[in-house]
């Protein structure tokens, strides 16, 4: 997409008469969706959500040159972290989209690509996760929007100079950077055709409403035992992400009928198997 085309995707993006802002890492990304705004006549407040990491100082210091050449305000927020688990990244992201919440009431701007799109469908697949979870990020959620999932990331990296390089994007026990250092992806899905059509298989499983199925969890085949378990977690320990050996095992367990309530301990909280049904109880 060429400057014109980039413009007008972010001039038919915005709301009227809504302040805008933007989530500014700092990082290429952000720092393109930043400049491209200023471009196409926009002027975003940016929201920098401070981590507490190594490298948080550096982000923010490429943040405030930033914003000051652009003649932005910014705002640097800090980010609370909770205990629900899940790993680094999860716990960072829930604790970076918590901050920007409470800092900004209308509308963010998320600085997503294709590319992250593309790459999400694949990491989910590639996890051995059910098909309920061939999903990836939504155009918009609540106040949340990313006007870029149309864009690929090589006609937004020109405008990202000055960007800051987070040494956390070097570091491969990440799985979306090691999937993007392996360039699996450039090879079996350069354009995302596939990824597309894994996320229409997984919309199509996800019209079964397998969270409304009464049906107790041992009377089910392995196979979608295990796609209820998955859901029934995801309904109950939202945005937590369970090592795939747990599920695996807690599928077995609810595929022996047993009279008895069986008691499992996940992110610091009881998960009972009673009845076919999973229950999570108070914090232990």
Not at 11 to 37: E, K, M, N, W, Y
Not at 68 to 74: A, K
Not at 115 to 128: A, K, P, V
Not at 196 to 225: F, Y
Request: proline share 4%; glycine share 6%; net charge positive.
């Amino acid at each position: 997409m060429n400057e014109l085309e980039l413009c007008t995707l972010l001039q038919t993006s915005v709301d009227d008469d809504h302040p805008l802002a933007i989530a500014f890492s700092a990082g290429f990304d952000s720092v393109g969706l930043a400049r491209l705004s200023v471009a196409a006549g926009l002027r975003p407040v940016l929201l920098h959500v401070d981590h507490g990491t190594q490298s948080s100082s550096q982000a923010r210091d490429h943040a405030c040159r930033i914003a000051d050449e652009l003649g932005l305000e910014l705002r640097v927020l800090t980010a609370v972290y909770d205990k629900e688990g899940g790993g680094f990244e999860a716990s960072a992201r829930r604790a970076r989209y918590r901050a920007l919440e409470n800092a900004w009431t209308q509308t963010i701007w998320l600085a997503q690509t294709r590319d992250d799109y593309i790459e999400t469908i694949w990491m989910r697949l590639l996890s051995g996760s059910s098909p309920h979870y061939w999903t990836t990020m939504p155009e918009r959620r609540g106040q949340f929007s990313r006007p870029l999932l149309s864009v690929q990331r090589a006609d937004l990296r020109p405008w990202s100079m000055g960007a800051h390089a987070d040494p956390m994007n070097e570091q491969e026990r990440f799985e979306r950077v090691w999937i993007r250092g392996a360039k699996i992806l450039e090879t079996i899905d350069p354009n995302g055709s596939i990824a597309d059509h894994i996320s229409g298989l997984g919309e199509r499983v996800r019209s079964l409403q397998i969270e409304t199925w009464s049906v107790p969890l041992d009377r089910l085949s392995p196979a979608l035992r295990q796609l209820a378990v998955r859901t029934q977690l995801a309904e109950l320990l939202p945005g937590v992400r369970l090592r795939s050996r747990f599920v695996r095992e807690l599928t077995t367990a609810a595929g022996r009928p047993s009279s008895k309530t069986r008691c499992f301990s996940v992110s610091n909280r009881s998960l009972y198997l009673r009845g076919g049904r999973l229950v999570l109880n108070s914090i232990v």
